[in-house]
């Protein structure tokens, strides 16, 4: 079975190589395009479950249009932490994938978790910077998770996108989306549709994870962990008393309500640059002075 996945030549340009991680939605892997001759990344948008209906429902040519103009739009995104989005189409099964920039780097919490908070509140301030970029072309993320940001030479860079004409297509249950779960906000656990503010809410899940080094609740119990989401608070004393605003944020970020998060991306971009002048300060405070 593998060595014929591994042989799997997309629309007689794009082979298979490797498969680099899956999710609700999908898989990516890396690829060979035969035409151009180099290795870039693809996503295949697979329904999950999959069946025949739900498959067939991509043929349909309005959910066609929908997708490209979908793919056309993220393929115009310059932004130094997003992936650059290449191509897009449909596999010999009808499914849509989209090809991009294939970055060599390391997941963001392999990278960060282990650095100085300086660092660490760096990558979160790029992270916040690509969903500013984002939001102010009424474009949303929809799947913000550590997985789906890297790290190249301490530069993050968002790699994967939700995408609304596929999610318009299916059942957005928690059962679909284990994969995720634990960077959902309240609100979508219970059905409501997504916006900025869940972003918001993914963005501070994963900024407590970097810096606490762990999920601020259980995740090896789905039903407990969203029952933690839905309910209670995360613990904010896991996260360093200094530079003093960093438990705020990270509590606004992560508010069950979404008019109490912060009121744009923009905004957490510019209070973590002044978090990380604060921690770069106490730093230059604490060395010795060399004479």
Not at 98 to 125: A, H, V
Request: overall charge negative.
């Amino acid at each position: 079975m593998e060595s014929s996945a591994e042989q799997l030549i997309i629309n007689d340009r794009y082979q298979i190589l490797e498969l680099l991680g899956s999710g609700s939605m999908g898989m990516v892997y890396r690829v060979a395009d035969r035409q151009a001759g180099t290795e870039i990344a693809l996503k295949r948008v697979i329904p999950v479950p999959t069946s025949v209906v739900a498959s067939a429902q991509f043929t349909e040519k309005a959910d066609w249009q929908a997708l490209r103009r979908e793919f056309k739009m993220l393929a115009a995104l310059v932004h130094p932490h997003i992936v650059q989005v290449m191509d897009c189409g449909f596999d010999q099964q009808g499914h849509p994938f989209y090809t991009m920039t294939y970055l060599n780097g390391r997941k963001l919490l392999d990278d960060g978790q282990d650095q100085p908070l300086s660092y660490q509140l760096e990558l979160l301030r790029q992270v916040f910077s690509a969903l500013a970029y984002l939001h102010e072309r009424d474009i949303l993320q929809r799947d913000l998770k550590p997985d789906n940001i890297l790290v190249v030479d301490g530069q993050a860079k968002l790699t994967d996108f939700g995408l609304a004409a596929c999610e318009a297509q299916f059942s957005a249950a928690v059962t679909n989306l284990q994969g995720t779960a634990a960077y959902m906000a309240p609100e979508l656990l219970m059905g409501e549709q997504p916006a900025q503010a869940t972003d918001l809410y993914a963005g501070g899940m994963i900024a407590y994870e970097l810096v606490a080094g762990h999920h601020p609740f259980d995740v090896r119990n789905m039903n407990r962990m969203i029952l933690s989401i839905l309910h209670e608070a995360p613990d904010l004393t896991a996260l360093p008393a200094e530079p003093e605003g960093l438990r705020h944020l990270v509590g606004a970020l992560l508010a069950q309500k979404p008019a109490q998060r912060p009121a744009s991306a923009t905004a957490v971009v510019a209070q973590l640059a002044q978090l990380k002048g604060m921690t770069d300060a106490n730093l230059s405070q604490q060395s010795p002075s060399s004479a």
